[in-house]
C-alpha cells in the first residue's frame, strides 16, 4: 500500500503565477482533504473533496480552488500567487461516510513563492 | 467554533526526562482527539487517539487520556529518547459537525538533547 502520495515534492514559483498540486490517496479512501501549513504554524484546513464534489471549505479565498477525479484523486490550484502563500501543502484522505476515522497524510508539496 | 490550545515551546529536555505536553480543547460536539508528530522535513503522522471521554491513547510510550470535564488531552512519557524529537501536534476532528475536518494546535517544538 502505497500511502498518501503528492507532488511535486518542492515548487518554486513567483507573485502572480498559478500552481497545481497533486494528490493521490490512499488506497480504499474516496475522501481528500487539503491543509497549508506556514513555516513554524500547525495546518490550517483549505477544503475536502467527497464524491467529487467540495463538501466543505475552509477560511481562504476563492484564489484556492480544487477538483476531484473519479479515482479519487484530488489538486489543489492556487491562482495570482502571493508572497504569503509559501507553505507546505498537506493532502490528507480518509474513508468517507463514516465517523472517527484516522486522516492518513502524505509527506506535503513545499511551495516557495518569489 | 472549535478551537485548540496547547503549551507554547520549545522545549528541551535531557534524555530519559518525563515529558508533558499541555493541549485543551473547545467543542460543540463530541470531538476525536489526536497527537500528530511531525519529524524534522517530513510529513504529519499520528502519534495516539482517542475517540471517547476517559479513553486513553497509547503509542510508542506516549500516553494521553480524554478527559471531558477538563476538556483536555494532555501528551505524557515517561522517558524521552534523543529520536523523539519533533513538532507535536494536538488535534480534534467531529465527523457530525464537520465530516473530520482536523483542527490543529500550533505546535510544541520538543528537542531531547543527550
Known amino acids: 500500500d502505497a500511502g498518501v502520495t503528492q507532488s511535486p515534492t518542492h515548487l518554486i514559483k513567483t507573485r502572480g503565477q498559478q500552481v497545481t498540486l497533486r494528490c493521490s490517496p490512499k488506497?480504499?479512501?474516496?475522501?481528500v482533504s487539503w491543509y497549508q501549513q506556514a513555516l513554524g504554524q500547525g495546518p490550517q484546513f483549505i477544503f475536502q473533496y467527497y464524491e467529487e464534489e467540495e463538501r466543505q471549505r475552509g477560511n481562504f479565498p476563492d484564489r484556492f480552488s480544487g477538483h476531484q477525479f473519479p479515482n479519487y484523486s484530488s489538486e489543489l490550484n492556487v491562482n495570482a500567487l502571493l508572497l504569503g502563500d509559501s507553505a507546505l501543502y498537506l493532502c490528507?484522505?480518509?474513508?468517507?461516510?463514516?465517523?472517527?476515522?484516522?486522516?492518513?497524510f502524505g509527506p506535503g508539496t513545499r511551495l516557495t513563492v518569489l | 467554533g472549535d478551537s485548540v490550545t496547547q503549551m507554547e515551546g520549545p522545549v528541551t529536555l535531557s534524555e530519559e526526562a518525563f515529558l508533558t505536553i499541555n493541549c485543551t480543547y473547545t467543542a460543540t460536539g463530541y470531538p476525536s482527539l489526536f497527537w500528530y508528530v511531525q519529524y524534522p522535513g517530513e510529513g504529519l503522522q499520528l502519534l495516539l487517539k482517542?475517540?471517547?471521554?476517559?479513553d486513553k491513547g497509547s503509542n510508542k510510550g506516549f500516553e494521553a487520556t480524554y478527559r471531558k470535564e477538563t476538556t483536555s488531552f494532555h501528551l505524557e512519557k515517561g522517558s524521552v529518547q534523543v529520536s523523539d524529537s519533533a513538532v507535536y501536534f494536538c488535534a480534534l476532528s467531529d465527523f457530525l459537525t464537520s465530516y473530520d475536518k482536523v483542527i490543529f494546535g500550533p505546535g510544541t517544538s520538543l528537542s531531547v538533547i543527550p
Open positions: 488506497s480504499g479512501h474516496d475522501t
Open positions: 482517542a475517540t471517547k471521554a476517559d
Open positions: 490528507a484522505s480518509l474513508p468517507g461516510g463514516s465517523s472517527y476515522n484516522e486522516q492518513f
